[in-house]
């Protein structure tokens, strides 16, 4: 357990904010050479890559157990698409050897810079939800360490299928995953076909995802900052043609260095979103990307985050049921837009009714939308808490994954299955997001 | 300069995450392995990985690298394996406390017999066994630690300053012969190996120090620095006066 781990790697949440420091790290390298975690004194919990923004990954003076060195597979049967990995393999290092074999992730979301087993422990969801639902229904198995020793084989219908869905969608807090398998998808090609539909309002966006239902991927970028809800609708599904050689993806580009926090205002981020928003010429537009582009446009960029300067910046995301759903929405965006918060394009994305295995999972039928606050102080925590209530006060739910911000009260309005959930947390197990929303309130 | 195919691989101290990460390239291409470390359930995890990324074979063979007496059988059941080898890969070692081996001669011996000796040992008959074949490869894993003797590591630097002579011999006794002698030298790279070390800007990630090595190893180069930087460097610091290192305590 080295204090110096602390200053050669940044264990920072990728909103960077709010900051809270472990008191430990220890970094795990072989599966079967644990570390004795009922011996900690202090809270444990497992760190991925640090993708999730604001505190679920984090663990203000407890012990973060980083599982970057659990990265191998265990097996891949390249004709059945069953694939078993250690917890801290990346997406981006499975999609290396699933897409050559004529494979892909069942559920991906919109960076491949994740983790296995974060993507299980925040049961990720992707442009397919409204189709295939999320990550942990494709988990067919994985292994879970408990603080008291036992290694436990946790499987959707076997002896311990109740920790099973406490674990997909568990934030980390059931103990720690050392692997998991789950069912790839076949592809054709590493293509994705796209089309790319303007719309005006929500209601417009409404009947386009509507008419898409069947297509595997959709999603929208809309611009925050207009009220009606303007953006462009994609869809897309995996296009015909052939495979590419197993070759490594190198990540091009990075925002090396803070950008100054002024940089973002309004004016700039205004103007961003009216181009995007024009760059299309015709309202309807077909094209053929490769799948990179497509599922993660930010990861071209590594570090993006920093473009928003030291303060970091809050991530939103809330879902809201279908049946008011486009007041609801508007009067979110009503509130972004009166607070002159700049947010660069937000996503907006129906939702579908597949249901999840997790008790904590966070999708469910209705409309999320998901953007990006830069952090400019107490202005923007107010504005983050109005938007929750709106989303709660209509039915609605946040994303753990997302939020630094939610009260308890609103935690348990959008998680319901919470005790039930409590009853399987590990005892040595805790984050700084959960000590936090199970904080009593004065 | 053509292109070495290597699709048969030795890797001793194949656990090393540094040799996995390599192994990982050419699994992907399809190679096959037999594969030597001294921790079997850490050896399973390696094999199984290479074949999930689509290696032909990961055949595991339990090694002591201190352990002279097996050398030849590893090579044997090399062989029989995989039929010929192309490369062989040699990457095991140990970091040593060197603040200990400065107080017990056991511990200094024991760095040195891990890191050079058994390195010498080992490409005595890989040696003989490419000489006759007349073709192959042989990448071994010094380190730029290597190259000048340091307050902080010279008991590991002399190890590794041992391997990095001998090779330069040997690859001159090859070479009439067809074979290649690739001389690795990282500086220090994120591995468990140095997890415990304050991990500053000049560690280099594995995958980056693999991609070196791998491409080394296919352009049948003689010797690479991973990450490049460190040539110049250690340029420099080689041919810095004595009377001045000295001064720089280093
Ligand atoms: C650009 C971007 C786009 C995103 N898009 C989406 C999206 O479209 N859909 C979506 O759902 N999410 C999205 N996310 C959020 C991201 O997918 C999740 O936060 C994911 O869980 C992060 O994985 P990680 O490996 O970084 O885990 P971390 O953030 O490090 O940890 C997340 C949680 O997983 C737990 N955990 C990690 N490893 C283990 C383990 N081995 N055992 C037990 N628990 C573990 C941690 O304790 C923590 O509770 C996005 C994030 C970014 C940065």
Redesign the pocket.
């Known amino acids: 357990m080295a204090p110096a781990d602390l200053l050669s790697k940044n264990y920072a949440?990728?909103g960077r904010y709010p900051v809270a420091c472990p008191a430990a790290v220890e970094r795990l390298a072989w599966r079967d050479a644990l570390p004795d975690l009922g011996a900690s004194e202090r809270p444990v919990?497992?760190?991925?890559?640090?993708?999730?923004?604001g505190d679920?990954?984090l663990n203000s003076g407890g012990v973060l157990?980083d599982?970057d060195g659990?990265d191998r597979l265990i097996a891949f049967d390249r004709v059945t698409g069953r694939v078993r990995a250690e917890?801290?393999v990346?997406l981006a290092k499975l999609l290396d050897v699933l897409v050559p074999a004529g494979w892909f992730l069942p559920v991906?979301?919109?960076?491949k810079?994740?983790?296995?087993?974060?993507?299980?422990?925040?049961?990720?969801?992707?442009?397919n939800h409204h189709i295939a639902g999320?990550f942990g229904r494709f988990v067919t198995a994985m292994e879970?360490v408990r603080s008291d020793g036992q290694r436990l084989l946790l499987t959707p219908s076997g002896e311990h299928d109740d920790l099973f869905r406490a674990?997909i969608g568990?934030?980390?807090?059931?103990?720690?995953?050392?692997w998991a398998e789950f069912q790839a998808i076949p592809i054709p090609s590493d293509q994705i076909a796209v089309t790319r539909t303007r719309f005006r309002s929500l209601p417009e966006f409404l009947a386009l995802a509507g008419a898409a239902a069947d297509q595997p991927y959709t999603v929208a970028w809309i611009d925050a900052l207009s009220p009606a809800g303007r953006g462009l609708f994609m869809q897309g599904h995996h296009a015909p043609g052939g495979l590419p050689a197993p070759s490594r993806f190198r990540q091009k580009l990075a925002a090396p260095f803070d950008v100054p926090s002024g940089t973002l205002n309004a004016l700039t981020v205004r103007a961003f979103n009216a181009v995007y928003y024009h760059a299309q010429r015709r309202d309807v537009a077909r094209s053929q990307t490769h799948y990179e582009p497509f599922f993660y446009p930010?990861?071209a960029v590594g570090n993006w985050?920093r473009i928003y300067g030291r303060r970091g910046f809050l991530?939103y995301q809330c879902v809201v049921p279908f049946a008011d759903g486009v007041a609801v929405t508007e009067a979110l965006l009503a509130a972004i837009s009166a607070a002159g918060a700049a947010s660069f394009l937000a996503?907006l994305k129906t939702f579908g009714d597949v249901p999840s295995p997790g008790l904590l999972s966070?999708?469910r039928p209705g409309i999320t939308l998901?953007l990006d606050l830069p952090h400019r102080g107490p202005e923007t925590l107010a504005l983050v808490r109005r938007l929750n209530a709106i989303a709660i006060e209509a039915g609605g739910a946040l994303?753990p994954?997302?939020d630094a911000v939610m009260s308890p009260a609103q935690f348990r309005a959008s998680y319901p299955d919470w005790e039930a959930f409590g009853a399987h947390v590990d005892p040595k197990f805790s984050?700084s997001?959960w000590r936090r929303v199970t904080a009593s309130e004065s | 300069m053509p292109r070495l195919t290597v699709r048969r691989l030795l890797v001793v101290g194949a656990t090393s995450r540094i040799a996995h990460e390599t192994c990982r390239r050419f699994a992907a291409e399809g190679a096959s392995f037999v594969l030597a470390a001294r921790d079997p359930a850490k050896l399973d995890a390696v094999a199984a990985d290479l074949l999930a990324h689509g290696a032909a074979l990961a055949e595991p063979f339990l090694l002591d690298a201190t352990d002279y007496d097996r050398h030849p059988a590893l090579l044997d059941a090399a062989v029989a394996h995989l039929g010929r080898i192309d490369a062989v890969l040699v990457a095991h070692g140990l970091l040593p406390d060197q603040a200990k081996a400065e107080r017990s001669v056991e511990a200094m011996r024991y760095a040195f017999e891990v890191n050079a000796t058994s390195v010498l040992a080992l490409l005595t008959p890989v040696a003989a066994y490419f000489e006759a074949e007349r073709r192959g490869l042989i990448a071994v894993l010094s380190s730029v630690a290597g190259d000048r003797g340091r307050r902080e590591n010279y008991v590991y630097g002399a190890a590794k300053a041992a391997v990095t002579r001998f090779l330069e011999g040997l690859r001159v006794r090859l070479a009439p012969a067809g074979v290649t002698v690739l001389t690795v030298k990282p500086g220090p790279v994120k591995t468990p190996m140095t997890a415990h070390l304050e991990q500053g800007v000049l560690f280099a990630e594995p995958e980056d120090v693999a991609d070196r090595i791998y491409a080394a190893m296919t352009r049948g180069r003689d010797i690479v620095h991973t990450p490049s930087w460190w040539r110049p460097i250690m340029g420099v610091l080689r041919n810095l006066p004595e009377r001045v290192f000295k001064r720089l305590g280093l």
Do not use: E, M
């Not at chain 1, 919990?45 to 923004?53: E, K, M, T, V």
């Open positions: 949440s990728w919990l497992a760190y991925g890559q640090g993708r999730s923004y679920a990954c157990l599982t659990l917890a801290g990346t991906t979301p919109g960076t810079f994740v983790s296995l087993g974060g993507a299980i422990a925040n049961d990720v969801h992707g442009k999320t879970l674990t568990g934030l980390g807090l059931t103990g720690l995953i050392t930010l990861d985050n991530q996503v966070f999708p998901a994303y994954a997302k984050s997001f």
